[in-house]
């Protein structure tokens, strides 16, 4: 399979690279589901994905990514949290579907996850759905209209995709309802 | 803004509590008795925090963190730990450990001993930073969060083994809060766990995540 992101430590270290961050973080997993653990100097340490990724955006100082206003942040953690409990918690063909459905039914009318400012859920996002994509048949792309274009927005987005392979989507539209 | 909610809806519990620990100025609309769950995300989903910009929030923990942002109480990465392993963790095992007692008939003890490590983890939290709530010396939305969770399962804190002393102060602490207290009231009582039990049946199962991350 083309390379993928694989949930965790992996998908920290795009992030560290996309916020222009020092190498230099330690990186542990714990239990089967291998959690990732950002090792500290002093005490046990940061655990889980979510709060990992808000510690390394106000590290690196760029908070508005995680929301401005208290409406923003809340639907910002909504979406992360929805990462990884719902797309990293599935694993079926139908929790897929549910998915890209779902996401297909908020991104209707919005340009990024929290409305129209880029933030962390659309990083979070792209990473976590990227091998559900590039598996994706062109009727499938065609039928997630909304997550397509979502999705080849965030690939294009200075530093997100890094070594991640390119999903293509096709300009014009192969599949119609019309008949 | 207004927040819908379904009685007897486990979630109910900890959106109810947090409104009222962060005196956030909701109007509480009791919506279809059948709690979704987070799969269906169509709407009218319950629980639901509807804003007045229209936006509307579906996951539990957002609701119950907005209320705290909107009165000015930033998360920290310590909240943010506490929640994020609340919806991965915690919420998964207290709602099989709910559904075995409810609807299976088993003990309560034995739905309690099924969240023995998570019990655990929370003990050791506590006990290791000396502190009376679980991010600090004051309540959080993590504190409101994690109660929402164990109160369903636990009810009260006798319930817990005696060597969790930490987790039992604090949990008992949470229970008699006026927030806390008048959330369960509103969902729970009079009828008190019969609510969960036929929102319960009308629904398949929880699995537990760590089964179906194995079953690809």
């Not at chain 2, 730990?81 to 409810?102: H, N, V």
Request: proline letters at 6%.
């Amino acid at each position: 399979m083309a390379a993928a992101a694989r949930p965790g430590v992996e998908e920290l270290a795009l992030l560290e690279k996309l916020l222009g961050l020092p190498r230099g973080n330690k990186y542990g997993v714990q239990g089967e589901r291998k959690i990732p653990v950002l090792q500290t100097n002093n005490g046990p340490g940061l655990t889980g994905l979510m709060t990992i990724a808000a510690h390394l955006v106000k590290q690196a100082k760029k908070d508005q990514l995680l929301g401005s206003t208290a409406e923003e942040k809340a639907v910002v953690q909504q979406w992360l949290e929805y990462r990884v409990t719902q797309v990293d918690g599935g694993s079926s063909k139908e929790d897929t579907t549910t998915i890209l459905k779902n996401l297909n039914i908020h991104l209707e009318d919005k340009v990024y996850l929290a409305g129209n400012t880029f933030t962390l859920a659309d990083i979070l996002m792209y990473y976590g759905l990227h091998h559900i994509m590039v598996d994706l048949t062109v009727q499938e792309k065609e039928k997630y209209l909304n997550v397509s274009r979502w999705f080849n927005h965030i690939q294009h987005y200075p530093g997100v995709r890094q070594h991640l392979s390119n999903v293509t989507f096709i300009k014009n539209r192969l599949y119609t309802n019309a008949h | 803004m207004r927040l819908r909610v379904a009685p007897g809806g486990p979630a109910a519990l900890k959106v109810l509590a947090a409104a009222g620990a962060a005196a956030a100025p909701v109007r509480l609309v009791w919506g279809d008795p059948l709690e979704r769950p987070l799969a269906s995300l169509s709407p009218p989903w319950v629980p639901a925090l509807e804003l007045d910009s229209g936006t509307v929030l579906f996951s539990p923990n957002a609701i119950c963190q907005f209320f705290f942002l909107a009165r000015g109480e930033e998360p920290t990465d310590l909240t943010n730990q506490w929640l994020e392993w609340e919806a991965t963790e915690l919420q998964p095992a207290a709602s099989a450990a709910l559904y075995a007692q409810l609807v299976h008939g088993k003990k309560g003890l034995e739905a309690v001993e099924a969240l023995g490590q998570l019990l655990d983890h929370i003990e050791q939290n506590l006990t290791r930073r000396g502190t009376a709530y679980l991010a600090g010396d004051t309540k959080s939305v993590a504190d409101v969060v994690v109660w929402g969770a164990l109160f369903p399962v636990l009810q009260d804190e006798t319930s817990l083994p005696s060597e969790l002393q930490a987790l039992r102060t604090w949990f008992q602490n949470m229970t008699l809060s006026e927030a806390c207290r008048k959330a369960a009231d509103s969902v729970l009582m009079p009828k008190a766990l019969l609510e969960f039990k036929s929102y319960l049946q009308k629904h398949p199962p929880p699995c537990v995540a760590t089964e179906r991350a194995t079953s690809n």
